[in-house]
């Protein structure tokens, strides 16, 4: 396990590919982190939000956490996402991910009849309890988060053993990362906070000193030139993320499980190629099914 450095850049969420029946596309998975790792991201994350964990069986969450960290052999740090409906839920699968061999842990309180603040606190307790690697505390907007004030985030990093990131991605994030960073009292056990929401606010992100993102772009002149496709992203989260990695060869299917959005249509697809053609010089990796 990777644990003697912290956890710094562009940990890039991975996608969960499907093949045109909805099923798990292994191969898929596997050459996306191979596209990953060839991209130069730092570390890779599985199966949170954009990975469509909330469409995936136990079973699933587990085979995809393996393959990924399989797949990666120790070439860059894998955060295995450990979310569960009660906090012995996400326990028991905070046990499993250690089994596999994950590096850190990621956990967003339960997604549905959330318990309140002192649950909540029990609740990343039991998961830090049983926790043998750094736990990454993500505090996202609705319908799937549910926003945790800043005191109670830096109460959980100032007094759980193993709590040492914070992925804020609540509204404002960029606020809410400043009042968390600032109400932390133990400097020393604190590693960092990330940003979240597809890097849309990176810059202003990394100004209040966030160690990294989930993920997003690492330099202002390519973050101002990808920002049309982030902005276009933003209307189709999901349907974007995977047919951008099919087009570049990483998936072989674009296929979404339970869309809450619109598929592209044909105006959709022509201002997609654009966006596209303008970024090529960018988006020198090509997958295997290019």
């Known amino acids: 396990m990777q644990q003697d450095k912290p956890f710094r850049g562009v940990f890039v ?3 969960t590919p499907f093949d045109e029946q909805g099923n798990i596309d292994e191969e898929s998975l596997r050459a996306e982190v191979e596209f990953c790792l060839e991209a130069g991201v730092h570390g890779l994350v599985i199966p949170a939000n954009a990975s469509e964990w909330f469409t995936l069986s136990d079973a699933e969450r587990r085979r995809a956490s393996e393959i ?11 955060v295995l996402s450990v979310t569960g409906g009660s906090q012995w839920a996400a326990v028991e699968m905070a046990q499993a991910a250690q089994d596999i061999g994950a590096d850190g842990l990621m956990a967003m309180p339960p997604p549905l009849k959330p ?18 690697v750094p736990i990454i ?5 609705p319908p799937l988060g549910t926003p945790m004030p800043p005191d109670l985030l830096a109460r959980m990093v100032d007094e759980l053993p193993q709590v040492d990131y914070v992925k804020e991605e609540a509204d404002p994030c960029t606020h809410l990362m400043s009042q968390v960073s600032e109400l932390i009292k133990d400097r020393a056990k604190f590693k960092g906070i990330f940003g ?5 606010f990176f810059m202003n992100e990394a100004a209040r000193g966030a160690c990294g993102t989930m993920p997003a772009w690492e330099t202002r002149h390519i973050y ?15 349907v974007i993320y995977k047919e951008v990695l099919r087009r570049r060869g990483a998936i072989r299917t674009a296929t979404v499980r339970n869309p809450s959005h619109a ?28």
């Open 224 to 238: 101002y030139r990808i920002l049309p496709l982030l902005t276009m992203e933003s209307l189709y989260p999901m």
């Open 68 to 78: 990924v960290v399989e797949q990666t052999r120790r070439r860059a740090p894998v």
């Open 137 to 141: 505390i993500q505090n996202c907007h």
């Open 263 to 290: 598929p592209l249509d044909e105006v959709d697809h022509r201002e997609l190629d654009i966006l596209l053609d303008e970024l090529s010089d960018l988006l020198t990796v090509k997958g295997p099914f290019a």
């Open 196 to 200: 979240g929401q597809a890097g849309r």
């Open 115 to 132: 318990p309140l603040r002192d649950g909540l606190f029990e609740y990343y307790r039991g998961i830090s309890q049983i926790a043998r």
């Open 13 to 15: 969420i991975v996608v």
